[in-house]
């Protein structure tokens, strides 16, 4: 379980603010302009299979989260580094 608001240090005041998180759906689609993503988009067009064959069991059981902090003051989001792994994960109502 985890809060939804937390006290962090937000970069651009440059304090401990309250901070919003965001857990970001992975679905949705981001940089959808991105060189990898046009190269992809073009493999997929006309004759050739999927790049990448899809590997049927996985070597990592859990996924990574990425979580969002937005700033209550500035309404500025940040992450931290890489996000980290995690089996469940649950934010308290
Ligand atoms: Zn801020």
């Known amino acids: 379980m985890m809060p939804k608001t937390q006290r962090k240090f937000c970069p651009k005041c440059r304090k401990h603010t309250e901070h919003v998180i965001h857990k970001m759906s992975s679905g949705k689609q981001r940089r959808s302009m991105a060189a990898g993503q046009r190269r992809f988009l073009r493999k997929m067009t006309g004759f050739?299979?999927?790049?990448?064959?899809?590997?049927?069991?996985?070597?990592?059981?859990?996924?990574?989260?990425?979580?969002?902090?937005?700033?209550?003051?500035?309404?500025?989001?940040?992450?931290?580094?890489?996000?980290?792994?995690?089996?469940?994960f649950e934010m308290t109502k």
Do not use: M, W
């Open 48 to 88: 050739g299979s999927f790049p990448k064959s899809n590997p049927h069991d996985r070597a990592k059981p859990t996924k990574k989260l990425d979580l969002r902090y937005e700033c209550k003051e500035c309404k500025k989001q940040h992450s931290i580094g890489l996000g980290f792994r995690v089996k469940k």
